[in-house]
């Protein structure tokens, strides 16, 4: 079996959701608590066991990869103060010896295209996708890890996928699921973005994917889709014709920090997860609870 060494980042995208926020810098960026969005991304990827990162950026996006790179003069600040725990933070954003590549999309013209870039860096070899604003706590293991396990036994492309309420098929690619056992379904088709009536099932596809190498075969043929892109879920309904592929109910839990509520849920539920800020927070919570504020 080939090892899943690769994870690709498309993280191009404008983050119009987040203005003004994000109008100069990267949805990515937006910290949970005292992490980027990207960070957890890419430690989710880590944790899975991948050692190649390769992340598919537009102009605006330097910051992500000053923020996977050295910063020399902070460092020599912190050495100088003697602050050595917030040395390690600031020189170990990403372990050495895992390397980084950057690819630029030159114009955003979808999820699908922005997979596509990611070609030549892949080559011919299975590799995760991970939408950085899909942030999951896996609890004992990581979403991505759960999903690498399956894939040592199917080797086929596996999806992650979580049930949604009927009137949010329209925001996800949504399965038509065939049950192969518990949590673990094959795709019998996929749609983007179906509405209610349109869906096959409320089984959506979050931002997490194994995918066997000849999607980029399928990822070349495919028209623009949903909302005039290049759709990465048109690829893998065509992929799915030839190939078998899976989907899986991870366990964890999912925070769609692409919108402003799950980023809130995320920021609340990671915040009382935090060693340092655990106790203060949950007492600062329940004040606003006292004060009829909540
Ligand atoms: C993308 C995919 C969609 C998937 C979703 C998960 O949509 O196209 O199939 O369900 O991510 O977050 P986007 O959120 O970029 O519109």
């Known amino acids: 079996m080939q090892k899943i060494r690769k994870a690709v980042f498309p993280v191009a995208g404008l983050g ?28 989710e990827a880590l944790d899975a066991g991948i050692e190649q990162m390769i992340f598919i950026t537009s102009s605006s996006k330097r910051s992500i990869a ?68 899909d942030l999951i ?27 949604v309420a009927e009137e949010e098929t329209s925001k996800y690619g949504i399965i038509d699921p065939q049950t192969l056992y518990e949590r673990v379904h094959q795709l019998r088709n996929i749609v983007e973005k179906p509405t209610p009536l349109e869906a ?13 190498p000849n999607i980029f075969d399928y990822l070349e043929k495919i028209p623009k889709g949903a909302g005039g892109e290049l759709q990465l879920t048109d ?20 925070y769609d920090c692409g919108s402003k509520l799950g980023y809130l849920e995320a920021t609340v539920e990671y915040a009382l997860q935090h060693q340092n800020l655990r106790e203060a927070f949950k007492k600062y919570l329940n004040s606003l609870l006292h004060e009829q504020k909540i």
Not at 19 to 43: F, H
Not at 101 to 113: A, D, F, S, V
């Open 16 to 43: 119009t959701r987040f203005l003004p926020a994000t109008k100069a810098s990267p949805k990515e960026m937006l910290p949970v608590v005292d992490k980027p969005l990207i960070q957890y991304a890419v430690e």
């Open 66 to 133: 000053d923020h996977f790179d050295r910063n020399p003069v902070l460092e020599q600040e912190l050495e100088q103060r003697g602050k050595f725990d917030l040395l390690d933070m600031a020189r170990h954003t990403i372990p050495e010896g895992v390397s980084c590549i950057y690819i630029r999309q030159p114009e955003p013209l979808g999820l699908g295209h922005a997979v596509l870039c990611a070609r030549p860096a892949v080559g011919d070899e299975p590799f995760a996708v991970i939408l950085a604003d």
């Open 137 to 163: 706590d896996g609890g004992e293991q990581s979403c991505l890890g759960q999903m690498v396990d399956l894939y040592a036994k199917h080797e086929a492309s596996i999806l992650a996928i979580q049930e």
């Open 200 to 212: 096959p099932s409320c089984l959506a596809v979050v931002g997490r994917y194994l995918l066997t």
């Open 235 to 254: 690829a893998i309904a065509r992929q799915l014709k030839d190939h078998p592929v899976l989907a899986q109910e991870f366990q964890g839990k999912r």
